[in-house]
């Protein structure tokens, strides 16, 4: 009889993370304000709220409504700047000893290469989630994410800046997702992270007025999942970098399908607002699957979706 413990470590462009569970970006704050419901450490990684050079007072309310099986967001990237986040919130980000990884986004690619810079000159930053993809804000929006030029010359920027690795966060408002992935791993990308959240928008019939202030918002949630899993599936054949795969992701199940689809590790978002020990769920679902299915080591998963 079996009685190894499955080994379920994974690997993400050189980052060592102890379970292929993180959070999402925008879903877990910055680690504190859900350290009394789960033990933080326990995450393989945690990736942080976006990041700006200035702070950002974020988007005019409400910001978010609930959809059937998700919800609509329109944060607007509300952060206190990097200084702020450097000097307030990296300590208690790094005494968790679990890879941090920054989100960061910006209006030009100087503020990109700026923000890299400053984040590679603080201590405990282990790696950049390069936002090119968010739907919420005006001046970013996803223009980056959707032209493989731009993408290119984004990426190769702050590759060329940053002394940590850097991964790519790529939009599902698309038509083709993987030739953006291309672009971005030509351009020296080290992991890609996907997807952010689906363009969506929601009318009060009532006052026929939008249930956002910012009038559309990013739609996540389960939603989206089967959309998110058919883009990893596509993206893992296309490039040959490990995936962050994210949307919808509810329980291990959710999480085992981006996994089969070719996902190196995942991104518990939506489900924090709901549960906030979520991803603790999740990372304990994953290990009782490998004990029950005798795998030895969850990365033996990955892309294992059998299609014939």
Do not use: W
């Amino acid at each position: 009889m079996k009685t190894a413990t499955p080994d379920m470590s994974v690997e993400i462009a050189g980052l060592r993370m102890k379970n292929p569970v993180t959070v999402a970006s925008g879903t877990f704050g910055y680690g504190t304000e859900y350290a009394p419901y789960l033990d933080c450490a326990s995450l393989g990684a945690i990736v942080t709220k976006a990041v700006t050079l200035e702070p950002r007072a974020g988007n005019p309310p409400p910001r978010v409504r609930e959809t059937p099986a998700g919800m609509l967001n329109a944060i607007g990237l509300q952060n206190p700047g990097v200084d702020a986040f450097i000097a307030q919130k990296m300590p208690a980000l790094r005494a968790y000893g679990v890879p941090i990884i920054v989100n960061i986004s910006g209006r030009s690619i100087e503020e990109f290469v700026g923000l890299t810079q400053a984040l590679c000159a603080a201590d405990g930053v282990d790696g950049l989630e390069v936002n090119i993809s968010c739907p919420n804000v005006a001046e970013e929006g996803m223009f980056f994410g959707t032209d493989c030029a731009m993408t290119g010359d984004l990426v190769s920027a702050v590759a060329a800046a940053s002394c940590v690795p850097v991964i790519v966060k790529l939009s599902p408002n698309v038509t083709d997702i993987s030739e953006i992935a291309v672009a971005a791993a030509d351009a020296g990308a080290d992991a890609l992270s996907l997807v952010n959240t689906l363009l969506g928008m929601s009318i009060d019939v009532e006052t026929r007025r939008p249930h956002l202030g910012n009038v559309t918002g990013g739609l996540s949630g389960p939603a989206i999942r089967p959309v998110a899993v058919r883009m990893v599936h596509e993206v893992a054949q296309a490039v040959d970098l490990p995936l962050i795969g994210m949307g919808g992701i509810m329980n291990a199940g959710d999480a085992l399908e981006f996994i089969l689809a070719g996902a190196t590790a995942v991104a518990v978002g939506t489900a924090n607002f709901i549960e906030p020990a979520a991803a603790a769920d999740v990372i304990e679902g994953l290990a009782q699957y490998c004990e029950r299915h005798d795998i030895d080591s969850i990365t033996d998963l990955v892309g294992a979706v059998e299609l014939a």
